[in-house]
C-alpha cells in the first residue's frame, strides 16, 4: 500500500516514518527547498530523538522518498495524509492557508479517487472547507473522501509516541474510508475509536486542554502550597494516586509552552466564542499560565529588591528538553519580563542556539556554556529541565556567581542540598516536605 503524506514538519516526518515501519511505500513532500534537500540527504531539519537512525534507515530500503513536487506525492497514493502547520492567528483562530494551498493543489493534480486524510490539528468545521477547496480546484469532477485522524505525540518522544500510542482516533463522514484508514493501523494493539469528523477533532482539542488545565490547576496550587509552607509533589503525589486523577501532568513550575498547548486553547476558546460559548475553564487555564510568569519573576524581584543593574542567567530557552522548538516558550516570555522591569539577560540552551545561528535575541547575552552565563550572576533561573542541570556542580557556581540566588522553573533541583550550600532556592510549593526536601 502507497501512502503519502505532505507537510514534513515534526508531525509529517513522524508519521511518514511510522507508516514506513509499519511496512508501507511512502512519498513526502515539502515545498521548502532548504529542508527537502536536507532530508534527502538523511538530515532531520529538526531535532527530534530516535528519528534519525530510522529516517536514513528508510531512504536506504527505498520505502520513503521525499520530493518537492507534489504532484508526485498526490500521483503516488489513493490515501493523502495532510500534516502541515495550523498556526494561531492574534484572535486565536488557526490560520488554515497552508491546508487551504495543500486542499487546492490536491484538487488541481487529482486523477482518480482520492482519500485525503488531515492530521493536522484543524477547527471543527474545516473538513467541509477542504471538501469544497478540492472540488473547487478539480479539473473534473472527481470522489473524494475526508477523513481526521488527529495526532497525540509528544516533541521530543515522538517515535515512541507514534509506535505506542493510547489509542488511535479516526473521523469520517463515510463508514468505508474510515475503515479503509482503520486498516492502516491493522498491526497496532492499541484501542481504535472510529466516529465522525468533528467528534473525532474534538477529542484532540479536548485531550489537550484538559491536560494543559491539569498544569494550571497543580500550579494554582503550587501558590497555596507556597502561602501554607505545603509541598506541590507530595500533594501531587498524593492526588495523582487516586486511579481518577491519574499522576500525568501534575508537575507544577512555570507553565506550559509550545506549539499546541498554546495555540489549540486560544483556538477551543475562539471556537466557543463563534457560538456564544463562554468556555471559563479553558480561559482560566490560560489565564493562570500567563500569570505563572509574572508569579515567578515577582519571587525574582523581591529577592533582588529590584531588577535594575541585576543579571538574571536563564537556563533554557526551548519550550521543554530535548527539543529545539521555542514556540511559545516561557524562556522567551520571562526574559521579555525580565528586560522589560530593568534586568539583564545572559542565555543557556544546550540545543537552541546551535541549531538556530539566526535566533536573535535582542539585549540578551547568549553564553557558550552553563559556566559562563551563571559568572557574576544574580539569579540562576531554570526554565527548561535538561538533563545536564541536574549534574551542576553547585560548590562553583557558589563561588561564582554574585547573588546566591536560584529559582527552579520546574521543582528539578535538589531544594535541601541548594539550601545547605547557602543558596536562596525557590521552586513552587516546595518550602518544606520530606520527600524532596
Ligand atoms: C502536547 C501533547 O502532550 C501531545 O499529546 C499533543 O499531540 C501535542 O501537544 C500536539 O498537539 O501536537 P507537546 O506540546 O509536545 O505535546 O509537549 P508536552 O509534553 O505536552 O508539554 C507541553 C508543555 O507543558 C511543556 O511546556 C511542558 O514543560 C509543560 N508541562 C508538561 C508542565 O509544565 N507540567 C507537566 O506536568 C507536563
Keep these: 500500500m502507497n501512502i503519502s503524506v505532505?507537510?514534513?514538519g515534526y508531525v509529517g516526518t513522524t508519521t511518514a516514518l511510522m507508516f514506513c515501519e509499519l511496512g508501507y511505500q511512502v512519498v513526502a513532500v515539502e515545498k521548502d527547498s532548504k529542508k527537502l534537500a536536507m532530508l534527502q540527504q538523511g538530515k532531520l531539519p529538526f531535532h527530534e530523538p530516535g528519528i534519525d537512525s530510522l529516517l536514513i534507515k528508510h531512504l536506504h530500503r527505498g520505502s520513503?522518498?521525499?520530493?518537492?513536487?507534489?504532484?508526485?506525492?498526490?500521483?503516488?497514493?489513493?490515501?493523502?495524509?495532510?500534516?502541515?502547520?495550523?498556526?494561531?492567528?492574534?484572535?486565536?483562530s488557526s490560520d488554515l492557508s497552508f491546508i487551504e494551498e495543500v486542499s487546492r493543489q490536491i484538487g488541481a493534480a487529482q486523477n482518480d479517487y482520492k482519500a485525503v486524510v488531515i492530521k493536522s490539528t484543524v477547527p471543527l468545521g474545516t473538513v467541509d472547507k477542504v471538501r469544497e477547496w478540492i472540488g473547487k480546484a478539480q479539473k473534473r469532477p472527481l470522489p473524494v473522501d475526508l477523513v481526521v485522524?488527529?495526532?497525540?505525540?509528544?516533541?521530543?518522544?515522538?517515535l515512541y509516541d507514534t509506535m505506542h500510542p493510547d489509542r488511535i482516533v479516526i473521523g469520517s463522514d463515510n463508514p468505508e474510508a474510515a475503515e479503509t484508514v482503520k486498516q492502516l493501523f491493522h498491526s497496532m494493539s492499541c484501542p481504535i475509536i472510529v466516529t465522525d469528523c468533528n467528534?473525532?477533532?474534538l477529542i484532540k482539542y479536548t485531550a489537550n486542554a484538559f491536560l494543559a488545565t491539569k498544569i494550571s490547576f497543580i500550579n494554582e496550587i503550587g501558590r497555596v502550597c507556597d502561602a501554607y509552607g505545603a509541598n506541590i509533589e507530595e500533594v501531587a503525589s498524593g492526588v495523582g494516586l487516586d486511579h481518577r486523577i491519574g499522576p500525568h501532568?501534575?508537575?507544577a513550575g512555570i507553565g506550559w509552552g509550545g506549539s499546541c498547548f498554546p495555540k489549540d486553547i486560544a483556538a477551543?476558546?475562539?471556537m466557543g466564542n463563534n457560538n456564544g460559548i463562554n468556555l471559563q475553564i479553558v480561559q482560566s487555564a490560560q489565564q493562570v499560565n500567563q500569570d505563572q510568569i509574572g508569579y515567578f519573576i515577582d519571587r525574582l524581584e523581591g529577592e533582588l529588591h529590584g531588577l535594575n543593574n541585576k543579571t538574571v542567567s536563564i537556563y533554557g530557552i526551548s519550550f521543554k528538553p530535548e527539543t529545539d522548538d521555542i514556540r511559545e516558550s516561557p524562556s522567551l516570555k520571562v526574559i521579555a519580563e525580565v528586560q522589560r522591569r530593568g534586568g539583564t539577560v545572559a542565555a543557556y540552551d544546550p540545543m537552541v542556539f546551535d541549531k538556530h545561528p539566526e535566533l536573535k535575541l535582542p539585549g540578551v547575552r547568549v553564553a557558550r556554556n552553563m559556566e559562563d552565563a551563571w559568572k557574576g550572576s544574580d539569579c540562576f533561573f531554570l526554565i527548561t529541565e535538561w538533563d545536564q542541570f541536574s549534574k551542576i556542580d553547585w560548590g562553583q557556581v557558589m563561588q561564582e556567581m554574585r547573588t546566591p540566588l536560584v529559582l527552579d522553573g520546574r521543582n528539578v533541583l535538589d531544594a535541601r542540598k541548594l539550601r545547605?550550600?547557602?543558596?536562596?532556592?525557590?521552586?513552587?510549593?516546595?518550602?518544606?516536605?520530606?520527600i524532596h526536601e
Design 6 to 8: 505532505i507537510g514534513c
Design 64 to 92: 520513503l522518498v521525499f520530493t518537492g513536487d507534489i504532484e508526485e506525492g498526490i500521483a503516488h497514493s489513493k490515501i493523502i495524509y495532510i500534516t502541515v502547520g495550523t498556526p494561531s492567528l492574534p484572535d486565536g
Design 149 to 158: 485522524n488527529p495526532e497525540f505525540l509528544r516533541e521530543g518522544s515522538a
Design 199 to 201: 467528534t473525532a477533532q
Design 249 to 251: 501532568f501534575l508537575r
Design 268 to 270: 477551543l476558546i475562539n
Design 420 to 434: 545547605s550550600l547557602g543558596f536562596r532556592y525557590y521552586g513552587i510549593g516546595r518550602k518544606t516536605g520530606i
